[in-house]
């Protein structure tokens, strides 16, 4: 075995040198199951040993690995039989990534434009302070986000229904006259549920009320031993405060594919992630031009020409279609970028950012000048060339294809870059100009990164 030392940073002379950055490796999520599959592992002992190798590599802090929303989508279970397998890619993604995410993509897009406005520079200049790095709940998108806000409010509305139903029911059981529990109610309800004397009386006894609540929704130890929901109907804590630690839980990933990916308004994720719905665009394209040539064919041979003139307008005609059919990012990337700013005009707003800034830093930036949105528009000119092709072997968009596509806004970010030989093909020039290297298989992950970091002194 490889002896690896463990970066640090280290005296020489009087100077301290810094610590070496550590190799940032980007999984494909086929990693993750080909190494926590029990059947792969049986059939290829090598398997095994590269889930080790990868271990050791992070443990050293030779290897850093993050986990992004993408991956822990798709490896959720989309039924309870699978639910075993799902939360056995969790135990490694632990094991290797740690708390360590990515920032979720809409999120990233944001700051990736304000870093041109603030800064006139690409996020990517930051380095390791590149804020795409994240190691908290922030790898959770707006949706899943606004999800967990939705909890708190049951979980309050539902908590003053319980404190006013057990209320009513203890002063029954005491006995009191019609008008006694009128105003005994009066003071401990009050107009909007619960008055803060009922609250406080509510806090001396929490089991009461919040038992049953701490298993059906784990979310984070602290949230419901320092009992949260009643430290918010004391006042003691601010909305923010009870919406923050509950976003925490959210962000467990135990907790995530445990109990909140089965959730009403997230169970149905793990399978629209990879839809492929947009390929009918392509299919409805790709008919409409070889209509059109077939259309043209029978004119041109209704009017007799010459058969060598049928050939040149014919395939000057296939060119021309071919061209109208393949979508263009570059032009597009104007139109992403408006809707950009007009959906999220507030948020730059409060972070100085006006029209003519965003104008001018942003709109007139280069391709490339938003490493992650940009990756993302270049992957997908370059699929969408394939898709629109005319041929009648044009390749069909495939449900990996747009997964793909998704994980790639993360490419400039790192160093190694997991990826099919098909997205290979398509972004290895994008890929060679941002120094980021393609691995091509799960295997050859182990020898990629001893060669990196012996390029590095890491070793």
Not at 53 to 73: C, D, P, Q, T, Y
Request: glycine share 4%.
């Amino acid at each position: 075995m490889i002896r690896y030392s463990t970066p640090r940073a280290k005296i020489m002379g009087n100077q301290l040198t810094p610590r070496p950055e550590p190799i940032r490796v980007y999984l494909d999520s086929s990693d993750i199951d080909n190494l926590t599959d029990a059947r792969k592992l049986a059939k290829d002992a090598r398997l095994g040993e590269t889930a080790e190798a990868l271990k050791e590599l992070a443990a050293k802090g030779i290897a850093e690995f993050r986990f992004s929303f993408f991956h822990v989508i798709e490896l959720a279970h989309a039924d309870d039989v699978s639910k075993p397998f799902a939360l056995r890619r969790v135990e490694l993604v632990k094991a290797l990534c740690g708390p360590k995410a990515f920032l979720n993509a809409d999120e990233l897009w944001r700051l990736e434009a304000l870093s041109l406005c603030q800064d006139s520079e690409p996020e990517l200049a930051k380095g390791a302070k590149a804020r795409v790095f994240v190691e908290d709940a922030s790898w959770l998108p707006r949706r899943v986000v606004d999800v967990a806000y939705q909890l708190v409010d049951s979980l309050i509305r539902r908590l003053k229904k319980r404190i006013g139903d057990r209320t009513g029911k203890a002063l029954e059981e005491i006995g009191t006259n019609r008008k006694s529990r009128r105003g005994m109610k009066r003071r401990l309800l009050g107009r909007r549920g619960v008055s803060a004397h009922g609250a406080e009386i509510a806090a001396t006894t929490p089991d009461l009320f919040l038992a049953d609540w701490k298993q059906a929704f784990p979310l984070t130890k602290r949230f419901w031993e320092e009992n949260f929901p009643l430290q918010y109907l004391n006042k003691q804590i601010s909305l923010d405060a009870l919406r923050a630690e509950c976003v925490a839980g959210f962000g467990d990933l135990d907790n995530f594919i445990g109990w909140c990916i089965e959730l009403p308004t997230l169970s149905e994720l793990p399978k629209t992630i990879r839809r492929a719905d947009q390929a009918q665009n392509f299919d409805e394209l790709r008919a409409d031009a070889r209509e059109r040539e077939r259309l043209a064919k029978l004119l041109l041979e209704q009017l007799e020409p010459e058969a060598h003139v049928h050939h040149d307008i014919l395939r000057e005609l296939h060119k021309r279609l071919q061209k109208a059919t393949i979508p263009s990012p570059a032009k597009s990337r104007p139109k992403d970028l408006e809707r950009l700013y007009a959906s999220n005009r507030e948020w730059f707003t409060r972070r100085g950012v006006s029209n003519q800034d965003w104008e001018s830093e942003v709109l007139a930036s280069p391709l490339g000048a938003l490493p992650g949105m940009d990756m993302m528009l270049q992957l997908a000119g370059a699929q969408f060339e394939k898709l629109a092709s005319l041929s009648k072997d044009a390749r069909k968009l495939r449900r990996s294809d747009v997964s793909d596509l998704l994980h790639s806004q993360y490419l400039p970010y790192v160093d190694l870059f997991r990826a099919d030989n098909y997205t290979r093909s398509l972004i290895a020039n994008v890929a060679m100009a941002k120094r980021t290297k393609l691995v091509p298989g799960t295997l050859a992950l182990p020898d990629m990164l001893r060669e990196e970091a012996r390029s590095r002194h890491l070793i």
